[in-house]
């Protein structure tokens, strides 16, 4: 019976513990999306974690609205992130970067261009910007042109990713981004290849998984869906015809891990009745399965002993414990994390949470 704290092989990554830090924006790049030295330390202090799946890592200039995040298609921003990747390795940990293109989610006044999507779609309420919140514009529906650049830009995140020291790479297609735009009925309205028919909807996800795991392989190449539920307005009316697929597609793909972010009806960070869909997803993908969304320590060992999930990832709690791991493990107190400091500049609710004992 494995248990939370075994080591897991995630492809080509060893993992000390089934215990992954999830990805977690926090906001502390330049405005020209540069990481910044006190990330080294963040990260760092975090790497007892059996996996570091970086926080949402912009692929390109047109995909990263949101203020002060970091990105990786400038040769300026692979040398920023070194110094992160080193700290973390020196600590004994493994890293990934999570590739994002936010689509629709950005605004102008931040990346100085119209969001783009899989149709001509606008998301609900308003987005982040330097200026405080403004209301959503209109997405441009890509055309054909625009795919084949901007799977140019994944191949081209995933080569700097490897320059700059990062383990491997994960593919974020969840929480209604580009890529959930395309996989979702709600958001995809078109009617050419890469819209209509679930297999349709899909062929973003695998021609974005075939062009990275080209640079950096498959057994370095994880992907992160959301199945259920509405998250930012992108949500689709039957989620198993298509995640149930998506996740088969990507086990054919030998991918090193695939990791779920689920909510339920009582969820802290979003809420659906939407079903879950791990369990099915678990009959069709064969490598390593990571659920995460509100996973308490016992919830935790219990999903992992009973083989319904291989690892679980824990954002918030890894947010405010560094130590996280070991919390779990000896069943110690748990730091609270302060909402107020998730993306604002500086240590404060950053690299000064303290961990146990200090």
Known sequence: MPSLFDPIQLGAIEAANRILMAPLTRGRSTREHVP????????????????????????SREGLGWPYAPGLWS???????????????????KIVAQLWHMGRMVHSSVTGLQPVSSSATTAPGEIHTYDGKKPAEEARALDKADIARILNDYENAARHALEAGFDGVQIHSANGYLIDEFLRDSTNLRDD??????????????????RVINIVGADRT??????????????????????????????DMKI??????????????????????????????????VLNQDYTREEALEAVASGRADAIGFGRKFLANPD?????????????????TWYSQGKEGYTDYPFYGD
């Open 36 to 59: 910044t030295p006190i990330m080294a330390e963040y990260y760092a202090q975090r790497a007892s974690a059996g996996l570091i799946v970086s926080e949402a890592t912009g692929i």
């Open 75 to 93: 040769k300026e921003q692979v040398e920023a992130w070194k110094p992160v990747t080193k700290a973390v390795h020196e600590r004994g940990g």
């Open 193 to 210: 290849e890469y819209g209509g028919s679930p297999e349709n909807r899909l062929r973003l996800l695998r021609e974005v998984t075939e």
């Open 222 to 251: 994880g992907v992160r869906l959301s199945p259920n539920g509405d998250t930012q307005g992108c949500i689709d009316s039957h989620p198993e015809q298509v995640f149930i697929p998506a996740a088969k597609m990507l086990s």
């Open 256 to 289: 090193a891990f695939l990791a779920l972010r689920e909510p339920g009806p009582d969820g802290t960070f979003g809420q659906t009745d939407q079903p879950k869909l791990h369990a099915k997803i678990r009959e069709v993908f064969v490598p390593p399965l």
């Open 324 to 340: 996280l791991p070991r919390r779990l493990r000896d069943n110690l107190p748990l730091n609270q994390d302060n909402i107020k």
